[in-house]
């Protein structure tokens, strides 16, 4: 068993991509964590298991400085696919320091266009807020997990845990949402 973690440090700076077109950078985003539905069991009284599969809604925001063409295609009122990229400082376990690139792909749907407060002397800020479809999230080259709502993949480090459960009576809303 190993002695030492590599310690990820502060993030140095990072990228927004909106379907290709760079969009952002050095902002403050916040990707969904993914949060089962549950349900409450009798087992020696009340029990909350989770309900493997049945994700709660998953929102994204963004956090942008400034009104300008980046906030104007994030605004757009149609699903979008975005692309994030970081890179964090490293000590790593030989005591060298360096960086680690970060990458998420995450599809999206405008959840909300976000307001606009304007005070001399003070940056505008913008907070967008999306309902995520699909994530997709890589740290230094592998892969730490996918979550496609609409297809029924969740993996997480390697493990596909939908493999095992069969919810095809959910694709007849792919259809609906027409995503």
């Known amino acids: ?3 030492w973690l590599d310690i990820k440090g502060p993030v140095v700076a990072d990228t927004v991509y909106a379907d290709s077109t760079l969009v952002a950078k050095d902002v403050a985003f916040t990707l969904p964590g993914i949060e089962f539905l549950t349900a409450d069991v009798q087992a020696m009284g009340n029990m909350t298991v989770p309900l493997v599969g049945l994700l709660e809604n998953m ?3 963004i956090t942008k400085i400034g009104v300008d063409m980046g906030l104007s295609r994030l605004g757009r009122l149609e699903k979008q696919n975005l692309e994030f990229r970081w ?3 490293v000590v790593k376990s030989d005591g060298t320091q360096g960086t680690e690139g970060c990458k998420a ?4 749907m405008p959840a909300a266009l976000p307001e606009l407060g304007v005070e001399i002397g003070s940056a505008t800020e913008a907070e967008g807020t999306y309902t995520v ?9 592998a892969e730490y997990m996918c979550v496609d709502r ?3 993949i969740l993996r997480v480090n390697g493990k596909d845990y939908m493999s095992a459960v069969s919810y095809t009576h959910l ?3 792919e259809t609906v949402l027409d995503l």
């Open 150 to 152: 609409l297809s029924q």
């Open 171 to 173: 694709r007849a809303h």
């Open 133 to 141: 479809t699909r994530m997709q999230i890589y740290a230094n080259g």
């Open 59 to 61: 929102e994204l925001t």
């Open 87 to 89: 890179v964090q400082n």
């Open 1 to 3: 068993m190993a002695k």
């Open 105 to 108: 792909f995450v599809r999206v």
